[in-house]
């Protein structure tokens, strides 16, 4: 298992940025592909984003394609998750997890962080 850490919410006003932060500590953080979800109030928790163990293949969510970009740097044990355009909808909790291999499907992934809260305003 491989303990995850998020950082980088807050509050922005809509048309703004924010760039995530998941720090991974326990077993090799390159062995496992990384995924970005998150979880309005009164909504079920959503894919955002996926990301190989190597950068090269990368998924996004319809709602966050051309804002949002996932990157790692494996030397540093850590995923982002940089998000522009923001808007009020995109107001979440959002979460870092780990998988085997990138998947849009929430069940494969095995270890979850606590989560960072991200508010928009409009």
């Known amino acids: 298992q491989v303990q995850l850490v998020e950082s980088g919410g807050g509050l922005v006003q809509a048309g703004g940025s924010l760039r995530l932060s998941c720090a991974a500590s326990?077993?090799?953080?390159?062995?496992?592909?990384m995924g970005w979800f998150r979880q309005a109030p009164g909504k079920e928790r959503e894919f955002v984003a996926a990301?190989?163990?190597?950068?090269?293949?990368?998924y996004y969510a319809d709602s966050v394609k051309g804002r949002f970009t996932i990157s790692r740097d494996n030397a540093k044990d850590t995923v982002y998750l940089q998000m522009n355009s923001l808007k009020p909808d995109d107001t979440a909790i959002y979460y870092c997890?780990?998988?085997?291999?990138?998947?849009?499907?929430?069940?494969?992934?095995?270890?979850w962080g606590q989560g960072t809260q991200v508010t928009v305003s409009s």
């Open positions: 326990g077993r090799s953080f390159s062995n496992y592909a």
């Open positions: 990301i190989s163990w190597s950068g090269v293949v990368r």
């Open positions: 997890a780990s998988t085997r291999v990138p998947t849009r499907q929430l069940r494969e992934y095995g270890s």
